[in-house]
């Protein structure tokens, strides 16, 4: 899982910044050297795909029995009516740009299985109940994505069902089972604080490694990505707009149905939060030689730190006036009594 603290969020960022112009750079002025690099692409996608199954704790799974009307409105927002606004988002917005639409839809589609968590932390939501929805959001997406690719993409990409399953089963269903296996295997033979120190370095190990990918995206693909820059700004207007819309519809449901501001700031952080590094890399191995679908992705991801962690100040803002309203009913009532 990819833990991002207060200062890993910028720190993040900058990495993939700093990968976008290197790897820009390298392919505009050292071609040879950026087709070399490029070459690398499907090792550091498996690596990739290894240490996010690696870092998920598939034990959490246990708590959702806990609370299944949360995790029922969870499953709800996140793969029912997200998909639905984040297709309705970047058809208005990308119609007529219809690889950059796609990759928008497979960002918006898929919730978050990692720094979610840590942005929940920084609002004061439940984490535990957090911790269960990470291995619950990733079996789902990886098991909707070839529906969804069929539904949202499958005019403007060809999507071939028996090869894109095949795709899947060798490069992620398979490395799943994998890390699973190792993740337990190590937790026994290590012991569990030595194992959480080595999920610790994993976590740090991540955001250089999606650098990586995003650098070797951009080294051998820049000339491409370069001719649709002017889709960068439609790009961004939609990413801020489904995420205007994501909040509003996390506000509504969690007042719908009177959460507690824990679940409240949980829920809004999962229809927030999008899995921008799984995503890139299934989509990587699924639809080979797309770069301006990767590129959408990866825009999505730089607009997305900036916007959990205002997002964490306005959760906490909304705590502050929570408790001051108990505060005051509480007196007031006292008072009366």
Same mark, same amino acid.
């Given at each position: 899982m990819l833990t991002l603290k207060a200062s890993g969020v910028s720190f993040t960022s900058l990495i993939l910044l700093a990968a976008i112009a290197l790897g820009s750079a390298l392919g505009h002025f050292a071609p040879d050297t950026g087709e070399r690099l490029g070459?690398?692409?499907d090792p550091t996608l498996l690596s990739l795909v290894a240490l996010l199954f690696f870092g998920v704790r598939f034990g959490a799974l246990l708590q959702a029995a806990?609370?299944?009307?949360?995790?029922?409105?969870?499953?709800?927002?996140?793969?029912?009516?997200?998909?639905?606004?984040?297709?309705?988002?970047?058809?208005?917005?990308?119609?007529?740009? @219809?690889?950059?639409?796609?990759?928008?839809?497979?960002?918006?589609?898929?919730?978050?299985?990692?720094?979610?968590?840590?942005?929940t932390r920084l609002a004061k939501g439940n984490v535990a109940l957090g911790t269960a929805l990470i291995p619950l959001n990733m079996l789902v997406q990886l098991l909707l994505y070839p529906l969804y690719l069929q539904l949202f993409a499958g005019q403007a990409v060809a999507v071939e069902a028996g090869a894109l399953g095949s795709t899947?089963?060798?490069?992620?269903?398979? @490395?799943?089972?994998?890390?699973?296996?190792?993740?337990?295997?190590?937790?026994?033979?290590?012991?569990? #604080?030595?194992?959480?120190?080595?999920?610790?370095?994993?976590?740090?190990?991540? @955001?250089w490694l999606i650098g990586l990918l995003v650098l070797e995206i951009f080294v051998g693909n820049i000339a491409v990505i370069l001719e649709h820059r002017g889709v960068f700004a439609w790009v961004l207007l939609a990413v801020f707009i489904f995420f205007v819309l994501t909040f509003l519809l996390g506000e509504a449901l969690s007042?719908?149905?009177?959460?507690?501001? @824990? #679940?409240?700031?949980?829920?809004?952080?999962?229809?927030a939060a999008r899995n921008a590094p799984l995503m890139l890399a299934v989509t990587m191995a699924a639809l080979p030689g797309q770069p301006l679908i990767y590129a959408a992705l990866v825009i999505g991801m730089l607009v997305e730190f900036p916007h959990l962690t205002a997002?964490?100040?306005?959760?906490?803002?909304? =705590?502050? #006036? =929570?408790?001051?309203?108990?505060?005051?009913?509480?007196?007031?009532r006292s008072r009366h009594q």
């Open positions: 070459d690398w692409v806990s609370n299944l009307r949360f995790f029922a409105v969870a499953l709800l927002a996140n793969f029912v009516l997200i998909p639905l606004i984040g297709y309705a988002v970047a058809w208005l917005l990308l119609g007529h740009h @219809p690889l950059f639409m796609v990759g928008l839809v497979i960002y918006f589609m898929s919730p978050c299985t990692d720094w979610f968590l840590d942005f899947l089963l060798q490069w992620f269903l398979q @490395p799943l089972l994998l890390a699973i296996a190792a993740h337990q295997v190590l937790r026994w033979l290590l012991g569990g #604080e030595r194992f959480e120190a080595l999920l610790a370095r994993v976590d740090q190990l991540l @955001p007042r719908l149905l009177h959460f507690d501001y @824990p #679940e409240h700031a949980l829920l809004s952080m999962t229809t997002l964490s100040r306005v959760l906490l803002g909304t =705590r502050r #006036e =929570r408790t001051w309203l108990s505060h005051l009913f509480q007196a007031t």
